[in-house]
């Protein structure tokens, strides 16, 4: 079974924190996903990788940077974090474009 | 672009009713499409997908068909219980990533 995996499931930060939420596969997919999923809202994307080092912007990715140095793992960096980011995060791993697989999210808590 | 629309919830039904959970598209060729659910506390999961026109996905129960002509992917099942309390996502395939619906939460009362 393909495994993703997220560093907390819950957080807690304050306005101005530089926060990291890290996401790790184990399933050897090249495209990893991060978005961010608030009520009545769906899910957005906020930024996807297809290769080591590569990256592309979502829909909304002002606020965010992300990083892969290793193909496992996609970090969405929050650089200054505002009450507005107050959301659940959740990473998702595929291969090819199509069917992605899911972690168990990280409601990140802003004060 | 890309675009999927899900009815409005949430939906409460009764034990054992049948449920149908309605998703239009609009995209430009043939994408896949795909219904994932979210348990409460939980990451989304993929409960079934179609990769073209007629195709019907399939998974516990559960059941759409890939209809072009009314671009629409809608949610059924035949009889549903307690356990499939949960959010309902319908999504679509594109070049860069899955196109998502706001999703549809599902009560299911005893």
């Known amino acids: 079974d393909v495994k993703v995996t997220q560093s907390s499931r819950y957080l807690v930060k304050r306005t101005g924190e530089k926060v990291f939420l890290e996401c790790v596969q184990d399933?050897?997919?090249?495209?990893m996903f991060w978005y961010r999923q608030d009520p009545g809202l769906g899910l957005r994307l906020i930024y996807f990788?297809?290769?080591?080092?590569?990256?592309e912007k979502g829909d909304i990715p002002e606020g965010y940077s992300v990083s892969r140095e290793k193909k496992e793992r996609f970090s969405l960096i929050l650089e200054s974090a505002s009450t507005n980011q107050t959301s659940m995060y959740l990473c998702?791993?595929?291969?090819?474009?199509?069917?992605?697989?899911f972690g168990p999210g990280t409601r990140l808590t802003v004060l | 672009g890309n675009s999927v629309t899900q009815m409005e919830g949430p939906v409460t039904l009764s034990e054992e009713a049948f449920l149908t959970i309605n998703c239009t598209y609009t995209?430009?060729?043939?994408?896949?499409l795909f219904w994932y659910v979210q348990y409460p506390g939980e990451g989304l999961q993929l409960l079934l997908k179609?990769?073209?026109?007629?195709d019907k996905g399939s998974n516990k129960g559960f059941e759409a068909t890939y209809r072009k002509e009314t671009t629409s992917f809608h949610l059924e099942k035949g009889s549903v219980q307690v356990s499939d309390s949960a959010v309902y996502f319908c999504?679509?395939?594109?070049?860069?990533?899955?196109?998502f619906g706001s999703g549809t939460r599902l009560q299911v009362q005893p």
């Open positions: 998702a791993s595929s291969f090819g474009f199509n069917e992605q697989f």
């Open positions: 399933m050897d997919h090249e495209n």
């Open positions: 990788s297809y290769d080591v080092k590569m990256k």
């Open positions: 995209a430009t060729g043939y994408p896949s």
């Open positions: 179609a990769t073209k026109a007629d």
């Open positions: 999504a679509l395939g594109g070049r860069r990533a899955l196109t």
